[in-house]
T-cell receptor, first 113, second 115 residues
Framework: KAGVTQTPRYLIKTRGQQVTLSCSPISGHRSVSWYQQTPGQGLQFLFEYFSETQRNKGNFPGRFSGRQFSNSRSEMNVSTLELGDSALYLC????????????FGPGTRLTVT | AQSVTQLDSQVPVFEEAPVELRCNYS??????LFWYVQYPNQGLQLLLK??????LVESINGFEAEFNKSQTSFHLRKPSVHISDTAEYFCAVSKSQGGSEKLVFGKGTKLTVNP
């Protein structure tokens, strides 16, 4: 079974631009969560989607948004990029329910210059 | 709200020595507990989890963790480490009720196993 895939793996953007990151969950998984990982703040929860509905949201500004499609694939968008948005963005998927096992993708490394 | 504290940011050990990575959590509701491992340039992999039942949980590669409710701890241990265990380890919690699977992570502990 294929794992969680994230595209692109690496991205360089300029301050003020916007960016869209994509996540394809494991087949059959309906829950997708996004996390931001930085050396200073560690791993921080961005948002969680289940069956195309946002189920939970972290404490990030409105510039960060996401969505989930009917095939469970998810995208996150960051508008008006700032230098501090440079991070590894990780996507995780799970079947959802009692097992509570989240499977993480390799991440997208975003660099804002 | 939940929070996780990993008391050691870096732990260097020699190969075949025992190791303990410490994790304490704070929560006003019951939680599930997890340990994840991250190898360089990779995503996170679930190492082990505590949902209910026996407070001692084990992984397939020799790690174990014990849930201590009174001390709100979930320390990770391995009796004999290998070079290949060099990685960053993250402790995490999730509310056991409410439907969301949001994980709250600690800052991580970098384990370096030296020959």
């Amino acid at each position: 079974k294929a794992g969680v895939t994230q595209t692109p793996r690496y991205l360089i953007k300029t301050r003020g631009q916007q960016v869209t990151l994509s996540c394809s969950p494991i087949s059959g998984h309906r829950s997708v969560s996004w996390y931001q990982q930085t050396p200073g703040q560690g791993l921080q929860f961005l948002f969680e989607y289940f069956s195309e509905t946002q189920r939970n949201k972290g404490n990030f500004p409105g510039r960060f948004s996401g969505r989930q499609f009917s095939n469970s694939r998810s995208e996150m968008n960051v508008s008006t990029l700032e230098l501090g948005d440079s991070a590894l963005y990780l996507c995780a998927s799970s079947i959802s329910g009692e097992r509570y096992e989240q499977y993480f993708g390799p991440g997208t490394r975003l660099t804002v210059t | 709200a939940q929070s996780v504290t990993q008391l050691d940011s870096q732990v260097p050990v020699f190969e075949e020595a025992p190791v303990e990575l410490r994790c304490n959590y704070s929560s006003s509701v019951s939680v599930y507990l997890f340990w994840y491992v991250q190898y360089p340039n990779q995503g996170l992999q679930l190492l082990l989890k505590y949902l209910s039942g026996s407070t001692l949980v084990e992984s397939i590669n020799g790690f174990e963790a014990e849930f201590n409710k009174s001390q709100t701890s979930f320390h990770l241990r391995k009796p004999s480490v290998h070079i290949s265990d060099t990685a960053e380890y993250f402790c995490a919690v999730s509310k056991s009720q409410g439907g969301s699977e949001k994980l709250v992570f600690g800052k991580g502990t970098k384990l370096t196993v030296n020959p």
